[in-house]
C-alpha cells in the first residue's frame, strides 16, 4: 500500500535518486545505455529541481517509509515529470499520482500535456492521452525518442 503527499524541500535528494535508478532500470528497456546516461547521468541540479517542484503542483508517493514515486504538472497543465521506483512498477502509484494532477489541473485548464518517453507512451495512451508529435529531443549530445501527448480534463 502506498499514500500519497505534497512535496517537501527534503524530498528533492530522494527524488533524485529515484529518477535515476527508474530511468537506469526501467526505461533501459526502450532507450539505448547511452541514451538513459544522457538523459540521467546522476548530476540533477538540486537547487533548480526544487524551485520546479515548489512553483509546480507536486505529488509524492510514499509506501514502507520511503518514496516510491513523485509527479509534477505546472499551472499550464504541463505534467512535467511522474516516475515511480523501479521496485514498485504496476502497483497503481503512477495512476494514483497522474489522477491527482489531472484534477488539479482541471480547475485551471482544458488539457494537459505532457512529453512522454517511449516506455511512458502505453500508459498515457491507456489514460486517455493522444498522441500529438513524435519528436526527437537532444539531451548532452544524444538524441532519443519522446511523444508529445494531450488529453482534455475538464470542458470549456
Request: net charge negative; hydrophobic share 40%; glycine share 6%.
Amino acid at each position: 500500500m502506498f499514500t500519497l503527499r505534497a512535496y517537501r524541500e527534503d524530498d528533492c535528494a530522494e527524488y533524485a535518486r529515484l529518477f535515476y535508478d527508474t530511468v537506469h532500470k526501467i526505461n533501459i528497456a526502450d532507450y539505448t545505455r547511452r541514451q538513459v546516461d544522457a538523459w540521467a547521468d546522476g548530476q540533477v541540479d538540486l537547487e533548480a529541481w526544487n524551485e520546479s517542484f515548489l512553483a509546480h503542483h507536486t505529488v509524492t508517493a510514499e509506501a514502507e517509509g520511503r518514496i516510491v514515486g513523485f509527479g509534477d504538472i505546472d499551472d499550464s497543465g504541463y505534467l512535467d515529470r511522474l516516475y515511480v521506483h523501479s521496485e514498485y512498477q504496476r502497483r497503481g502509484i503512477a495512476t494514483a499520482i497522474c489522477d491527482e494532477l489531472e484534477a488539479y489541473a482541471a480547475s485551471r485548464v482544458s488539457e494537459v500535456t505532457t512529453h512522454a518517453s517511449i516506455t511512458a507512451k502505453p500508459f498515457f495512451l491507456w489514460r486517455g492521452y493522444e498522441v500529438v508529435r513524435e519528436q526527437s529531443v537532444l539531451r548532452r549530445g544524444v538524441y532519443m525518442t519522446n511523444f508529445v501527448m494531450s488529453k482534455r480534463v475538464s470542458e470549456d
